[in-house]
Nanobody
């Protein structure tokens, strides 16, 4: 059973930066597609950024150019580097994982949120 543990959330001023981390407990992390979702107050959950086992990435339009997703396979960890944060970024951020090598093709996520088998508990990001 895979467990995902997020960290790095917090409160920052608009224009500030935060980096979220998510550690995957499994032995085959390298085979997993990793991603970040978020759910803001009164909003539906939305995909933010995703990275395939090959390192290909895709981003939501709202964060393109401000957020960067990366993975460290030696540490079983995926990161979300968030710059120039805006009040619109206020949300609970969730890490998600699914064993899928081809989840990002030609810059497009091939999975739905329901396809992600494993989820973290979430970490709150607040922007004032």
């Amino acid at each position: 059973h895979v467990q995902l543990v997020e960290s790095g959330g917090g409160s920052v001023q608009a224009g500030g930066s935060l980096t979220l981390s998510c550690t995957h407990s499994g032995n085959e992390y390298r085979a997993y597609c990793m991603g970040w979702f978020r759910q803001g107050p009164g909003k539906e959950r939305e995909g933010v950024a995703f990275i395939s086992p090959y390192g290909t990435t895709t981003y939501a339009n709202a964060v393109e150019g401000r957020f960067t997703i990366s993975r460290d396979n030696a540490k079983n960890t995926v990161y979300l580097h968030m710059n120039n944060l805006e009040p619109e970024d206020i949300a609970m951020y969730y890490c998600a994982a699914n064993r899928d090598r081809r989840c990002v093709l030609d810059g497009v996520l091939t999975l739905e949120s329901a396809d992600f088998a494993y989820w973290g508990q979430g970490t709150q990001v607040t922007v004032s």
